[in-house]
């Protein structure tokens, strides 16, 4: 089971952390990827870590803003997300891939568990 929190309302420039919590799964094993689906748009990868964090990958629309990052430890996985823009409102997902993938991509029909979403709105 995955479930993301941390969404909100928040103003053009702002910031927002958003988690992952992963239960059921040992993390370790999992590649995970973050999502997001704005209205009428197709869904569409944010970033993703690899199964250790060593590989990271983001959108162009995203790179150098956001963030993600991993805690094993806590089966936790985080997307920090910071001078945030009007065209990042959407709903965020996280998903966990296939286990044991050497490495992750942004691609969402690779992803097996996906979590319920939480609602981002950038707006003044």
């Known amino acids: 089971q995955l479930v993301e929190s941390g969404g909100g309302l928040v103003q053009p420039g702002g910031s927002l952390r958003l988690s992952c919590a992963v239960s059921?799964?040992?993390?370790?094993?999992?590649?995970i990827g973050w999502f997001r689906q704005a209205p009428g748009k197709e869904r569409e990868g944010v970033s993703c870590?690899?199964?250790?964090?060593?590989?990271?990958d983001y959108a162009d629309s995203v790179q150098g803003r956001f963030t993600i990052a991993r805690d094993n430890a806590k089966n936790t996985v985080y997307l920090q997300m910071s001078s945030l823009k009007p065209e990042d409102t959407a709903v965020y997902y996280c998903?966990?891939?296939?286990?044991?993938?050497?490495?992750?991509?942004?691609?969402?029909?690779?992803?097996?568990?996906w979590g319920q979403g939480t609602q981002v709105t950038v707006s003044s």
């Open positions: 870590s690899s199964r250790s964090g060593g590989h990271t």
């Open positions: 059921g799964l040992n993390l370790e094993h999992y590649a």
């Open positions: 998903a966990a891939d296939a286990p044991f993938q050497p490495t992750c991509k942004l691609i969402p029909r690779n992803y097996v568990y």
